[in-house]
Structure formats: structure tokens, C-alpha cells
């Protein structure tokens, strides 16, 4: 959320579903995003990981991180 927050405090991570679909965040926050992810949690993420699915919803992000990190992208 640390993350979300400092990239976006305008937006309410805890309740938004459509950061990617509801364009709310821009290509730009999206690039910096994946960023600051691969950077805090020292992961590659993917271009295949990189899809709405993944990223619309704070939940979202936190399961992908769960996967990447337990060696479970892709899926």
C-alpha cells in the first residue's frame, strides 16, 4: 500500500477495482509501479504478469507479488 500511495495518494487503494480498466492509473504509473515492485521486493516481473487482471485492485497486486515471489508467475 506504501507503494500505491506514494505513487497515487489521490486515489483510495483499500476500495478501487479498476486502477488499470477504470483508467485511473496512467501508462506512466504503471511503468513506475512495476518499477518500485521489482525494486522493494528484488523480483522480475514479467511482461506476461503485466495485465489488468493483476493490476487493477490493490488485492490484485498483492497476490501477483505473492506469486512472483513464492516462484509462481504465469499463472
Known amino acids: 500500500m506504501e507503494i500505491l500511495r506514494g505513487l497515487r495518494p489521490d486515489v483510495?487503494?483499500?476500495?478501487?477495482?479498476?486502477?488499470?480498466?477504470?483508467?485511473?492509473?496512467?501508462?506512466?504509473?504503471?511503468?513506475?509501479?512495476?518499477?518500485?515492485?521489482?525494486?522493494?521486493?528484488?523480483?522480475?516481473?514479467?511482461?506476461?504478469?503485466?495485465?489488468?487482471?493483476?493490476l487493477n485492485s490493490a488485492e490484485g497486486i498483492h497476490q501477483l507479488m505473492a506469486r512472483i515471489t513464492a516462484g509462481e508467475a504465469d499463472v
Open 12 to 54: 483510495d487503494f483499500e476500495t478501487e477495482r479498476a486502477l488499470i480498466d477504470g483508467g485511473i492509473l496512467s501508462s506512466f504509473d504503471i511503468m513506475r509501479l512495476i518499477e518500485e515492485l521489482s525494486d522493494a521486493y528484488d523480483v522480475d516481473i514479467e511482461v506476461d504478469d503485466i495485465v489488468p487482471e493483476n
